[in-house]
Every structure is written in structure tokens, then in C-alpha cells.
T-cell receptor, first 120, second 113 residues
Framework: EPEVTQTPSHQVTQMGQEVILRCVPISNHLYFYWYRQILGQKVEFLVSFYNNEISEKSEIFDDQFSVERPDGSNFTLKIRSTKLEDSAMYFC??????????????????FGPGTRLTVL | AQTVTQSQPEMSVQEAETVTLSCTYDTSESNYYLFWYKQPPSRQMILVIRQEAYKQQNATENRFSVNFQKAAKSFSLKISDSQLGDTAMYFCAFRGSNYKLTFGKGTLLTVNP
């Protein structure tokens, strides 16, 4: 069964350093997402991506964050200068389709196993 | 903006018994989807069940079923014949006319032997 994969599973970095979290979505999917979960808290939407551009982003997704699909398979989240409060689990998700006629159609978002980011 | 509320931070149930997890949401949209996700200690997000708002019939997946009350904006999850492997954090989630999922704060369910 196809699945979303993420690397690394755990990333430890120093405050102020840049990190890149990598995701390989399911191959025929067109919509990609990043979510984060601070320990003990709910999962929060960061950004959605379609057709090589951001579809929507949350207020969390500030100028320190960027996403990219550098090739046909990878989808990356970059944090330019990490802060202590960026420590969280970061989940990538993908779905086959998104909107049809302006209505979100039935398209399950498949989640990857997550990358635990620890900022020291 | 949509909000999702899970009022039970923790629940416990005896193995083989039935438990119901509550979820309410707020939205002005008429077309949307609701989901329950399970997050075991591994922290993987696993889809348990989903409900389309335009369907009146409650969704069912094996031991998992929902009670969807659209007028009340309520979406509870019932787990029948609870198993030890059901121990996990359960998140209720909403998806409206955009792509993103809005999650509740979660309910930690413990199934006791």
C-alpha cells in the first residue's frame, strides 16, 4: 500500500540553524500539506501546496518557513532560523484531489509518520 | 473560522466495553467533511472514520461508528468491543471548502485490561 514517508524521523538542531524536513508524498497525489504538533497539543495546519505554489498558509507559517517541491517526488519544509518554540512533531500529508467546483471533495489526506524536531 | 472542540481530555474504558468520544464544531459552511484520527504512542496519524456532511447516514467502520448530528454540530465516535490496541489519542477534525484540516485538542483514551 502506498504511503507518505518522511525523513529524518528525529532532527536535533541548535537555535538559529536552518533545517530542512523532507517528505515523499504518495506518487499520484497532487496536494501536499504540512502540519505541526507541539508536544501535548493539537495538530495545527501550517501550509498547503498545489501546482508548485502555496494554496493556503496559517499565521504560524511566517517568513521563517518555506516549502518547495524540488523534483517530482520530494516535498520539503525549510525553517531558516530555528527557534526553541519550533520544537514539535512535523507531519507531511498528501491527497489525490482537492477542490471540484469550489467544493472540497472527498479526498483523504494521508499522513506521514512525522519528523520530531528538537531545537536546543 | 472553523473550530473543533473535544471536551474530554481523557477517558478510560474496560476492554470489550463500549466508549463514546465527543466532538462539537462550529462552521457556517454547509458542505464539509468530518474525521476521527487515531494517534497511538508512535504518533503516527491514522484515519479511523470520516463523515460527509451531506450524508444523513452515520458512517461505520467495523467497531467504529459515529453519531453525526448536523443541526447540533456534533460528531461523536463510538468504539464498540474496545481492544487494548485502541489505546491512543483521538482527534476530531473538520475540513471545509478549503483543503486544510482543523483539529480538536484530542481525547486520550486508555483501554484497561
Amino acid at each position: 500500500e502506498p504511503e507518505v514517508t518522511q525523513t529524518p524521523s528525529h532532527q536535533v538542531t541548535q537555535m538559529g540553524q536552518e533545517v530542512i524536513l523532507r517528505c515523499v508524498p504518495i506518487s499520484n497525489h497532487l496536494y501536499f500539506y504540512w502540519y505541526r504538533q507541539i508536544l501535548g497539543q493539537k495538530v495545527e495546519f501550517l501550509v498547503s501546496f498545489y501546482n508548485n505554489e502555496i494554496s493556503e498558509k496559517s499565521e504560524i507559517f511566517d517568513d521563517q518557513f518555506s516549502v518547495e517541491r524540488p523534483d517530482g517526488s520530494n516535498f520539503t519544509l525549510k525553517i531558516r532560523s530555528t527557534k526553541l518554540e519550533d520544537s514539535a512533531m512535523y507531519f507531511c500529508a498528501s491527497s489525490a484531489t482537492g477542490l471540484a467546483g469550489g467544493i472540497a471533495i472527498d479526498n483523504e489526506q494521508f499522513f506521514g509518520p512525522g519528523t520530531r524536531l528538537t531545537v536546543l | 473560522a472553523q473550530t473543533v472542540t473535544q471536551s474530554q481530555p481523557e477517558m478510560s474504558v474496560q476492554e470489550a466495553e463500549t466508549v463514546t468520544l465527543s466532538c462539537t464544531y462550529d462552521t457556517s459552511e454547509s458542505n464539509y467533511y468530518l474525521f476521527w484520527y487515531k494517534q497511538p504512542p508512535s504518533r503516527q496519524m491514522i484515519l479511523v472514520i470520516r463523515q460527509e456532511a451531506y450524508k444523513q447516514q452515520n458512517a461505520t467502520e467495523n467497531r467504529f461508528s459515529v453519531n453525526f448530528q448536523k443541526a447540533a454540530k456534533s460528531f461523536s465516535l463510538k468504539i464498540s468491543d474496545s481492544q487494548l490496541g485502541d489505546t491512543a489519542m483521538y482527534f476530531c477534525a473538520f475540513r471545509g471548502s478549503n483543503y486544510k484540516l482543523t483539529f480538536g485538542k484530542g481525547t486520550l483514551l486508555t483501554v484497561n485490561p
